[in-house]
């Protein structure tokens, strides 16, 4: 699976310009045709904690709470490999997860992340109906 890579240049903020079409509409695809795992219903769960730690950390702006937040954040991705564990999600999910929340260092990466994950959502929607 290719990696996902949130930042064109992250200094100067500037982020991957098909990141929220080409690249998620890529994955969206290549995780709908992976058989009986990865339902939308499943899925959202993970979507729904990111949106969740990601609104906590844009209401939250003190360096103390990040440093409560982020620890929350790669705990996803121990939950990803026990649902994997359970036939709930696929190995290449686990490796978007993964990919995906140890390029999050700052409250930015995690907003990037929850804005490609929103646009993931989308179109696995087109992808995945049941």
């Known amino acids: 699976m290719e990696k996902i890579v949130f930042w064109k ?3 100067r903020g500037t982020i991957e310009p ?3 079409s080409k690249m998620a509409e890529d994955l969206a695809e290549r995780l709908a045709k992976e058989g009986k795992v990865n339902k939308r219903t499943q899925i959202r769960k993970f979507y729904d ?3 969740r730690l990601d609104n906590e950390a844009q ?3 003190t360096t103390e709470q990040w440093e409560n937040i982020l620890p ?3 705990m996803l ?3 990803a490999v026990y649902a994997q564990g359970r036939e709930l999600v696929s190995p290449d999910f686990v490796k978007f997860i993964k ?3 140890n390029q999050i ?3 930015e990466d995690l907003s990037v992340f929850t804005n490609f994950f929103e646009a993931f959502m989308g179109f696995y929607r087109l992808y995945r109906k049941d």
């Open 9 to 11: 240049d992250r200094e």
């Open 18 to 20: 098909t990141l929220f």
């Open 49 to 51: 904690e990111v949106l």
């Open 59 to 61: 209401s939250n702006p």
């Open 72 to 74: 929350r954040l790669h």
């Open 77 to 79: 991705i121990a939950k």
């Open 99 to 101: 990919s995906s929340i």
């Open 105 to 107: 260092q700052q409250k």
